[in-house]
């Protein structure tokens, strides 16, 4: 029996490509988080979170063969991340999450990572 990676349950990659776009468009709007990110459209940023995230969840390395180890806390570490930070971003990630079309396991197994990630991100 071969399992199946969540990259390939959810469809692949235009999956996290859609459930990053829904939380950048969130983002966009939110006076607490907005300020933390560069100027601009955002474009970059969602380019490198869906990345990350197709390869953490089983796709392609493409991610790590451009930006190397993706050392989270490290490249966050710049940016002041309280427990207020970490609730708006989580609040996001979850909606998107929330919106998309994962099924109960994918999106709990989502759900468990997103929230894990977002305590390991508090500096603050």
């Known amino acids: 029996m ?10 692949g990659s235009a999956f996290f490509v859609t ?3 829904h939380f950048y468009d969130g983002v966009a709007g939110d006076p ?3 300020p ?3 100027e601009g459209d955002l474009v970059e940023e969602r380019r490198w979170l ?7 969840w089983g796709g392609p390395g493409e991610y790590s063969s451009l930006r190397g180890h993706p050392r989270l806390r490290m490249r966050h570490m710049p940016f002041a991340i309280g427990l207020e930070e970490r609730d708006a971003w989580l609040a996001h990630m979850l909606g998107a999450v929330a919106a998309s079309s994962a099924g109960p396991t994918e999106r709990a197994e989502l ?3 997103f929230e894990s990630a977002a305590d390991f991100l508090v500096n603050r």
């Open 19 to 21: 459930l990053v776009d």
């Open 2 to 11: 071969t399992v199946m990676s969540l990259y390939e349950r959810v469809g």
């Open 32 to 34: 607490l988080l907005r």
């Open 36 to 38: 933390l990110y560069r």
């Open 50 to 56: 869906a990345l990350f995230l197709v390869q953490y």
């Open 111 to 113: 759900v468990a990572y």
